[in-house]
């Protein structure tokens, strides 16, 4: 089993849609959770991190933690063809270590 | 600020070259990390510098060597590459006792 799982895509939904990304893991002590975006050839860049459970929103985003199902998500409401781009989910494994695990990646495209 | 620089952005080196990877944060983070990326895959950890001290070396081959010559920079050297070593080259770095990392652009090495 791998330590943090995505559905690699391509998750496609139209301009102005909802969309919902998933993410879970497998190590119950994980206490950090990323949500990070990367676009072809460019970088991860940061987009939400989220330590408790419940929800945490920035702008159009929202994470959602849910540590019992061990299972993060990512919503991005009004999707623009700018979201186009690949999501990283990233997981603090083991207390200490300070080093993420990333799972692979769900690719979006967002329909114009 | 959340800048993390990284030179150069492009490099081509044949096997039989040296060259190096150089990164630089100005945030005061202490803790700063060197990650591999090949395409369509997430970036795999290579080595975590914390206080300016190796903390994980993810068992690199030793034609890698990183260097962190003070808090603000961090090198990678490297010798004797493979073909297959070609790939987008993460620089990140973090606060002392937080997870979130913040990447630099990246360099992409190709190796002939």
């Known amino acids: 089993q791998k330590e943090v799982e995505q559905n690699s895509g391509p998750l496609s939904v139209p301009e102005g849609a909802i969309a919902s990304l998933n993410c879970t893991y497998s190590?119950?002590?994980?206490?950090?959770f990323f949500w990070y975006r990367q676009y072809s050839g460019k970088s991860p860049e940061l987009i939400m991190s989220?330590?408790?459970?419940g929800d945490k929103e920035d702008g159009r985003f929202t994470a959602q933690l849910n540590k019992a199902s061990q299972y993060v998500s990512l919503l991005i409401r009004d999707s623009q063809p700018s979201d186009s781009a690949t999501y990283l989910c990233a997981v603090n494994s083991r207390t200490g270590r300070r080093a993420l695990t990333f799972g692979s990646g769900t690719r979006l495209q967002v329909q114009p | 600020d959340t800048e993390v620089t990284q030179t150069p952005k492009h490099l081509v080196m044949g096997m039989t070259n040296k060259k190096s990877l150089k990164c630089e944060q100005h945030?005061?983070?202490?803790?700063m990390y060197w990650y591999k990326q090949k395409a369509k895959k997430p970036p795999e950890l290579m080595f975590v510098?914390?206080?300016?001290?190796?903390?994980i070396n993810e068992s690199v081959p030793s034609r890698f060597s990183p260097e962190c010559p003070n808090s603000s920079l961090l090198n990678l050297h490297l010798h004797a590459l493979q073909p297959e070593d070609s790939a987008l080259y993460l620089c990140?770095?973090?606060?002392?006792?937080?997870?979130?990392?913040?990447f630099g652009p990246g360099t992409r090495l190709t190796v002939l």
């Open positions: 990140a770095s973090s606060p002392t006792g937080e997870d979130t990392q913040y």
């Open positions: 190590d119950r002590g994980s206490q950090s």
């Open positions: 510098y914390s206080y300016e001290k190796l903390s």
């Open positions: 945030m005061g983070h202490r803790a």
């Open positions: 989220i330590y408790s459970n």
